[in-house]
């Protein structure tokens, strides 16, 4: 049995492959890792670099090294006693281009398609025009301009007989049932025309087709029939009058409708991930596609080559509880069969959640937990000085003109995704929600126009992802945020329309399904709750990460995945509760601080952190660095350029990104850090959807913006600012230097599993996706690691990474030697006294006799001030003093990061004696007591 004790995230795509992961595992094993964490690894779209664009579930990657190079490297893992975990896609497949075959099977097919209940696709559309089709939002222009210009042509695969219209990389395959017309412009081909007009009243036209597509590739292999046929192609070019009218007319009787990429938002007729055209949400609910979505999986499980999951966007599935422990049946189904060498107790299971406050996992899905958001938003609470909040409010609000209250924000920004790129979403579950009123005599009056104006203020105000409304209707823990929803509507809505609420309070889950009569009514009352559920957690989504988290900047330290910005600071003892709550509900969930998702990477937010502890500092910074940048702004006709909240946003990343080793006069090494934070600037500007958009960049604006940090950090006219930016960066990095030693200890010793993203054994100054899937030095890493280094001589140079590198390696080593008391181990809070109690957080880990105690600063600048390393000189902990469970009264205590060992007296620990050369201490007993 392979241990679960740490895990290791890895980004896989065509440029690190299996086999790369390969040569690394004896590192891997060195730094005390106990299981590979995989990104997806079956075959994704061509180029991808992240493996969620699945489009073909049935394989593994071959870009990756496919089914041998994972073979290699389980077959490398097992030598070392390692594991592997991977991370699969349950909720969408890639769409578009010409990869995927299930869906292009669905759009030559349509309902006809055996594919066709894979995707969550909504046929039945009250748009006329969609009757029977799919709105295929792929043309890069408007319909008609596409066609006149000739970009959809009409297209012959001669290796298989195939037809179909092409734009760019997209496909759309011509139904069989259309190529009579097509064939019969060729002479020769008239015979096999009519064999394809048959299909029209054909019982099996699907089977048929595949003979007869057959046949006419083996006729094409006659020169003059194939030309013949290439001739009669040109009949269907669209740049001439009559061509244009003809492949009009052939499109209208596909399965699909062509339509520019901009009405997705309006029109869209099938689920999507968010609102990203290119993939399409999958109907895993039904046996079917759960069997052959998870085929490749299951072997992988069985045969031993995988020892646990991670669910990719669990919110987005229509049942995620039943999902769940359906997968667990199976998943300890297939283990139990395993072949001995491969034998597991567990294999455990994770799914990505966002938890919002005062939510919690369900404890009834089978899971192990999720992979970690929230222990990564509870340890940045703990960094941030509650002082700094009230003025670095008030200097955002001076300074950037916009609200400090993160939720209008959100309620904002919801609103806008709500109207704009999930328009087509919403009004699926409008139209839902209007069946259910007209399938009750009751409420057959109510309208449209009053059922999308209560539903968009009751989902501005949802306070959660979603909540899981089942046969019995939704659960008491979802009650609360669903009233809170209500409450927030009626601050909104018109009373005339209060109630509808009530109706809706009923319809979403408020009213026991099997209380509804049976067939249309229930089936519609279930479809929109559904649908509704699938709509509030992409919503949500959209707008905190992908808009809120870009427009408000009190302290970018708080905007990240999974964090509650609108909460800037937490308690030790809040970190205690829920360490406690964590260890009794779910100890093994995941512990992460850093992921391919984040926007910041995990010491970019520990030094911005600092600036709690210095907001007067900070304000004043501010104030002088936008005086010395004024020449640089712009006036444009939308306003200055860029805007006083778009430079404070840039301020703060400097200050967090900046590398102790990057000198501001270092020609080149700031020529690339400035591409890094030029590519941050525009994802930021664009998902702020403020001055410019993905969909329609403002070119004026984001010039301007790019033109004012080229200057910053390029130019000769920006050498004092930079300067200045770097000396403050440099102010700051100790203190957050030592924050990040303190975050990657809790991560490593509080109950769960440390997962550590790759690089960030290294310190981790990344920026939002891309900047986070950089290639990582993993040569540079191995050469530096050493188990047996001194302590003081890392510090002395902690800029190269070295220290922290060391502290997980000491640490993992030691979770390594006893996975129990670190998984299973009773989790103790410790009282802290003394002058500098609130600096200090402190517990102990104890199974059967064997204990832990640890220890780590925090909010520790005052502590640090003058300082140029993250070590506090002892006497500065003054009388502080740490009380511990009286079974250790007496005991001594080895110091895992000294060669020393300490015994506490009158079961009383000075901190100033176990903190004298580390800001973290590990103490343990060397036996059972």
Known sequence: MKALSATLRLQFHRDFTLDDATALVDYFDQLGISHVYASPLLTARPGSMHGYDVIDPTHINPELGGEQALHRLVEALRAKGMGLILDIVSNHMAVGGSGNPWWLDVLEWGRRSPYAQFFDIQWNSPDPLLEGQLLIPFLGDDYGEALQQGLIPLRLDVDTGSLYAEHYEHRFPITPLSYGEILRGCEALKPLAQHFDALKTDPAPYQTARQLRADLAEQLKDPAIRQCLDDALTLYDSTTEQGFKRMHSLLERQNYRLASWRTAADDINWRRFFDINELGGLRVERPVVFEETHAKIFELVADGLVDGLRIDHIDGLANPRGYCRRLRRRVDRLNAARPAEAAEDHVPIYVEKILADGEKLQDDWGVDGTTGYEFMNQVSLLQHDPAGHAPLCELWRETSGRTDDFMEEVREARELVLTGTLAGDFETVAQALLQVARSDLMTRDITLGAIRRALLELIIHFPVYRTYITATGRREADEPFFQQALEGARTTLPEADWPLLEHLERWLGGEDLRSVPR??????????????????????????????????????????????????????????????????????????????????????????????????????????????????????????????????????????????????????????????????????????????????PNEAYESACREYTQALLVDESGAALRRDIAAAAAELAPTGTLNSLTQTLLRMTTPGVPDLYQGADYWDFSLVDPDNRRPVDFDARRASFTLDADPAELLAHWRDARIKQWLIARTLKARKADPDLFTKGNYLPLKVSGAQADRLVAFAREWEGRWVVVLAARLAFPLLEGADQPRIEPDRWGDTCVELPEALDGVSLRRLFAQTAVTPTRVSLGVAQALDSLPVAILQTTASI
Request: charged residues 25%.
């Open 519 to 696: 067939g249309a009514a229930r089936k519609a009352r279930r479809y929109a709750c559904t649908r509704f559920q699938q709509l509030t957690s992409p919503a949500a989504a959209k707008a905190v990460e992908d808009t809120s988290c870009y427009r408000s900047a009190v302290l970018l330290s708080r905007n990240d995945v999974g964090f509650d910005p609108q909460h800037f600071s937490g308690t030790v003892e809040a970190f205690h509760q829920a360490c406690l709550a964590r260890q009794q509900h779910f100890p093994r969930n995941l512990l992460t601080t850093a992921t391919h998702d984040h926007k910041r990477g995990e010491d970019t937010r520990t030094r911005i952190a600092v600036i709690s502890e210095r907001a007067s500092w900070f304000a004043e910074k501010v104030g002088q660095w936008r005086d010395q940048a004024a020449a640089w702004r712009k006036e444009l006709d939308d306003g200055l350029a860029p805007s006083p909240a778009d430079e404070m946003m840039l301020f703060q990343t400097l200050l967090g990104s900046w590398e102790p080793a990057l000198h501001p006069d270092d020609a080149e090494g700031m020529e690339v850090y400035c591409k890094r934070i030029l590519q941050w600037q525009e994802k930021a500007v664009r998902e702020a959807k403020l001055r410019s958009t993905w969909g329609a």
